[in-house]
């Protein structure tokens, strides 16, 4: 960089550290970085959706016994590009920089991770593309923090803002979002980074209208649950009980994932072997139930609309936790809360039917809320989210069941880093 550049930044970043005159609000600067995080991460994550949709609808035309090559071949594809450009790591990586890395996100590896994950999300594995979005917009916000020379709260601040942004793009919920990029980073029940509420609410809200504006998603619920009226006190109990059976599947999950996660890590074998494996594993599991195949953003309403039978709907349900777990264990990259989103809808359905007295929207959405609080450990923005994607408009049912799944979590966290570094 030329000296003249150097000087020219430097006087910029004296600047921007000066308060502003004349300004009787709580309005600062700060603000415009912090939006100016949310267009980019807006940016990214509609860039990233347009191609993902785009790789879904071409490698979908490759149906029936063809799936299993598909996913094969797209598994030995991403394993290749993990092995040979970088391995950009899992959402245990992104926790454990924020909370123990001074909150340095490390973008060198986004071009791998934003490559596998399309091949992995696209070909139809039971993983969305939120933690990629969550990994890429936050090293943004790492960077651009870097550059303005920020350091400790302030910098870490900003790559939470950068999560929030892209987790909000996704799920169009600025609300749900913001407090999901804090509460994942949660230790002993509490949110520790207080300071970056207000940039995450910021960036959050300036992603989901550049989103909204390039997608039209987050505009309205995206899930076609019947209405629901509160109108029996019991539904508190109902609430708590469904979230139990949640709860439960979120256990057999945990437990599935490190089965597999075991069983892979004794094949001492580069990672491209894995995932092709992986992939085969995957394909067949597509080609017997067709319907556990991607990661359940459109399957959801499948599910919902159409008359399926209690016997084929378990079969679903198992099917899908040993798709969502051999997708983590053996290296394919993406997100799983929306996958266990449709494990939870899964089980609402299966419950409406074995006692079809009770109220389906109720039944579903608790569930679906247990599970993520039980693996996640994020009861507030699993509430919020689920209320912003499904329409439902009683927040307080789908709290009692978050907070059943988050207390009767096993106590050794899922994502391991949500532990204390003492105990790691």
């Known amino acids: 960089m030329k000296i003249k550049t150097k000087r020219k930044l430097i006087t910029y970043l004296d600047v921007l550290d000066k308060p502003l005159r004349f300004n009787p609000f709580v309005f600062s600067r700060n603000f415009f970085l912090w939006a100016i995080l949310g267009i980019a991460g807006g940016l990214i994550a509609g860039v990233y959706w347009i191609i993902l949709e785009m790789l879904m609808h071409g490698l979908a035309l490759f149906d029936g016994w063809q799936v299993i090559p598909t996913m094969a071949f797209a598994g030995l594809l991403a394993g290749l590009i993990i092995h ?97 990029s804090l509460e994942i980073l949660h230790h002993k029940h509490a949110v520790q980074y207080y300071k970056a509420i207000i940039p995450a609410f910021v960036a959050s809200s300036f992603s989901y209208i550049i989103f909204a504006l390039i997608i039209h998603l987050g505009l309205g619920p995206i899930w076609d649950l019947p209405s629901y009226i509160m109108e029996d006190k019991f539904d508190f109990a109902y609430a708590v009980i469904f979230g139990v059976a949640g709860t439960f599947l979120g256990w057999l999950f945990i437990f599935c994932t490190r089965f597999f996660k075991s069983a892979f890590y004794r094949l001492k074998f580069p990672i491209y072997y894995k995932t092709f494996l992986g992939g085969i594993i995957l394909g067949v599991i597509a080609f017997y139930f067709p319907i556990t195949r991607y990661f359940g953003h459109h399957e959801i309403n499948d599910l919902l609309l159409n008359d399926l039978s209690l016997e084929f709907l378990t079969a679903v349900l198992i099917m899908k936790i040993l798709a969502i777990s051999i997708t983590v264990t053996s290296g394919w990259r993406g997100g799983f809360i929306i996958p266990l989103f449709f494990v939870g809808a899964t089980l609402g359905l299966i419950i409406h039917q074995l006692f079809p007295t009770t109220n389906l929207s109720l039944a579903v959405i608790t569930c679906m809320a247990a599970i993520n609080a039980c693996v996640t450990r994020t009861p507030m923005s699993t509430t919020i989210l689920l209320a912003t994607l499904t329409g439902f408009g009683y927040f307080i049912p789908i709290l009692f069941a978050s907070l059943t799944g988050y207390f009767l979590a096993p106590r050794i966290p899922f994502i391991s880093s949500q532990m204390g570094e003492d105990n790691k």
């Open 84 to 180: 040979f450009i970088g391995d950009p790591g899992e959402i245990q990586l992104i926790v454990n920089n924020i909370r123990f890395n001074k909150g340095k996100l490390d973008p060198k590896n986004n071009l791998s991770m934003v490559l596998s994950s399309l091949l992995c999300v696209g070909s139809g594995g039971s993983l969305g593309p939120e933690a990629p979005l969550v990994q890429v917009t936050g090293s943004t916000g790492s960077w651009l923090g870097k550059m303005l020379r920020l350091k400790g709260e302030e910098l870490r601040s900003l790559s939470i803002a950068g999560m929030a942004s892209g987790f909000t793009a996704l799920f169009g919920a600025p609300l749900g979002g913001s407090l999901f």
